[in-house]
């Protein structure tokens, strides 16, 4: 399991015990912090464009020293040392929400997925949000045959789709669990204790089911539940 500080949120940073659960993994205030944000996934749903500056305020509402943008779509098209000594050089990487097969494959294809792993060694805090936090577990849930047959990627959990031309199922796996966020959300009215319970059977790994008052604080594999709310660990009978 690789070296790392990850915050894996279900919604973000959402409650005092969640932002202290940051400063803790920073050693320092945030307001003495850099932090680059990812909102890709969101582009993937029907209202990201209009969504994607709400889905920044939280963030931007934290006071950071510093607080930038990162297009992974725009990578690949850019010179690396445009955009590499920022990422470098930040102490967050803040991965947003949206659909997750669009941004695991914008993950691998802007050459993020490959560099992650270092950085986490080298000190980068990593706080994902929903798909965002997605991205380091154990896997993402789809249907394989659908896949094969239609070559669409199907999350018949959350009800998710993404053609493989723009999307990919990969996670880096650094975690060994998977994460079903969103539990007891009137927008995700499918994300319950029931059907969690149902879901594990479908993985070989343990399953966290959090609502958005919870996350999970993970340093260098070690975790510790942090929650105002509801949250429960399944483990594959």
């Not at 959402?14 to 202290?20: H, R, V």
């Not at 992974?72 to 991965?95: F, G, K």
């Not at 047959?149 to 018949?156: L, M, N």
């Amino acid at each position: 399991m690789t070296k790392g500080k990850l915050l894996l949120t279900s919604s973000g940073i959402t409650n005092d015990n969640i932002q202290q659960a940051l400063v803790e993994l920073l050693g320092k205030p945030i307001g003495e912090s850099s932090a680059l944000f990812i909102a890709t996934a969101i582009y993937a749903y029907p209202v990201g464009i209009t969504h994607a500056w709400q889905l920044m305020k939280g963030p931007s509402d934290l006071g950071w020293k510093t607080l930038g943008v990162l297009e992974l779509t725009a990578l690949p098209s850019l010179p690396e040392a445009i955009w590499r000594p920022q990422l470098e050089a930040t102490d967050v990487l803040l991965v947003g929400g949206g659909n997750k097969f669009y941004l695991s494959y914008w993950m691998e294809k802007s050459g993020l997925f490959e560099r992650l792993p270092q950085l986490l060694e080298q000190g980068l805090v990593y706080v994902g949000v929903s798909a965002g936090s997605m991205m380091l577990t154990a896997g993402l849930n789809f249907d394989r045959d659908r896949l094969e047959s239609t070559g669409i990627y199907y999350d018949d959990e959350f009800d998710e789709t993404m053609p493989a031309s723009a999307g990919s199922a990969r996670t880096l796996g650094l975690v060994d669990f998977v994460i079903r966020p969103h539990l007891n959300a009137d927008y995700f009215p499918q994300a319950t204790l029931g059907n969690d319970e149902q879901w594990v059977t479908k993985v070989d790994q343990p399953l966290y089911a959090l609502d958005d008052q919870s996350a999970l604080k993970v340093v260098n594999g070690d975790v510790e539940v942090i929650s105002d709310g509801t949250w429960k660990r399944f483990e594959k009978s």
